[in-house]
């Protein structure tokens, strides 16, 4: 399967099926943006581990992924954690490597974002509260 046809079935599956459950699961952890077009919260439902004050996550499709794209026009976040919501600061890292950081992070969803992901790119959250 090409990288292109994995990355639209995978996006279609996440954002049509698991996506829209994942974010009304109350101890799942989901990222909130800011819709850079519409200015409305965007949240994508993800996992990673937190580390004192950070929250930290590898993106499968990096600069593609429409969270990143919001995240670079306004990097002020909310992560839902356990059912309870932090604001923050969210920082993209291109110098990290994600395939090392990835085994950091909880291992059932590091094997789908190895597995699926095209363009990895680590991103940290400077939590607030």
Same mark, same amino acid.
């Given at each position: 399967m090409t990288t292109d046809?994995?990355? =639209?079935? /995978?996006?279609? *599956? @996440?954002? =049509? &099926?698991?996506?829209? &459950?994942? /974010? =009304? &699961?109350? %101890?799942h952890t989901v990222l909130e943006t800011t819709g850079r077009k519409s200015g409305q919260p965007r949240r994508t439902p993800l996992d !990673? %581990? =937190? *580390? !004192?004050? @950070?929250?930290w996550f590898v993106c499968e499709f990096g600069e593609n992924s429409q969270y990143v794209k919001n995240i670079k026009a306004n990097p002020t976040v909310r992560v839902r954690l356990r059912g309870r919501w932090h604001n923050g600061t969210a920082h993209l890292l291109p110098d990290d490597d994600p395939r090392t950081r990835l085994r950091e992070l909880p291992r059932a969803n590091s094997f789908a974002v190895r597995t699926f992901g095209t363009s990895l790119l680590t991103i940290c959250v400077d939590l607030t509260n």
């Open positions: 046809v994995r990355d =639209r079935v /995978t996006k279609f *599956v @996440q954002r =049509r &099926l698991v996506n829209p &459950l994942a /974010t =009304r &699961l109350p %101890s !990673g %581990s =937190r *580390v !004192g004050d @950070q929250f």
